[in-house]
């Protein structure tokens, strides 16, 4: 079946540095990718939508330029958090669904712990 | 998308049927019941998915309400593999991805 791959699984970082997060979809090309993240013991919430060749989506309260994501291509999208601080640390996930199909062929990566000092 | 009401926790003994129940009283006619879970650590997984009619699958069984403002997930024989947050999403079948998320049911599967 499909595969959505994430890397790392995860990461620790200083305080003021920036982490890229990478997300692939293995067998099949994905034109749309989302971002969520997930603070322990609550559920995901929806970041961003990653659009090929142009520019992401974001939700309601999440800042551009502090999660720039960037869809390069029709198999990877990357989230980049800029200049992280201990409350950016969180569990990021990304899915893609295979073009043409419905949500049933959703597929998630296995998520990103981050860990900001 | 409707609105989702769940269980926050339930528990269920191994090799029992699990019944996760869902509450979407403000359910449009286009729009489907999925199901997804996340196992700890871990991104979800698509489960199954239904409109009106009852659902099977290798995975569960989806038991829809005639008025289908409510559903109920079935794990006929539970594992502790089980062991998850399940969650009811519903949503037109058009969306490509776009999910909100509600809390979920933390089951756990007991020996």
């Known amino acids: 079946g499909a595969v959505v791959s994430q890397h790392p699984s995860w990461v620790i970082c200083k305080s003021g540095t920036s982490v890229k997060i990478e997300c692939r979809s293995l067998?099949?090309?994905?034109?749309?990718m989302f971002w969520y993240r997930q603070f322990p013991k609550q559920s995901l919430m929806l970041m961003a939508t990653?659009?090929?060749?142009?520019?992401?989506?974001?939700e309601q309260g999440v800042e551009k330029d502090k999660f720039l994501i960037n869809h390069a291509s029709l198999t990877l999208s990357t989230l980049t958090v800029t200049s992280a601080h201990p409350e950016d640390s969180s569990f990021y996930i990304c899915s893609a669904s295979v073009p043409g199909q419905g949500i049933e062929k959703l597929f998630f990566g296995s998520g990103t712990q981050l860990s900001v000092l | 998308d409707a609105k989702t009401t769940q269980p926050t926790s339930m528990d269920c003994a191994e090799g029992r049927a699990a019944n996760l129940p869902c509450n979407h009283s403000?359910?449009?006619?286009?729009?489907?019941v999925y199901w997804y879970r996340q196992i700890h650590s871990q991104g979800p997984q698509y489960i199954i998915h239904g409109l009106k009619n009852n659902e099977t699958n290798e995975m569960a069984s989806l038991i829809i309400t005639e008025d289908r403002k409510s559903s109920t997930l079935i794990l006929p024989h539970a594992t502790l593999r089980d062991t998850a947050v399940y969650y009811c999403i519903v949503t037109r079948s058009s969306n490509t991805g776009k999910l909100i998320f509600g809390q979920g049911t933390t089951l756990q599967v007991k020996p």
């Open positions: 403000t359910i449009s006619g286009n729009e489907y």
């Open positions: 067998d099949f090309q994905a034109t749309t």
């Open positions: 990653s659009n090929e060749g142009s520019k992401a989506t974001y």
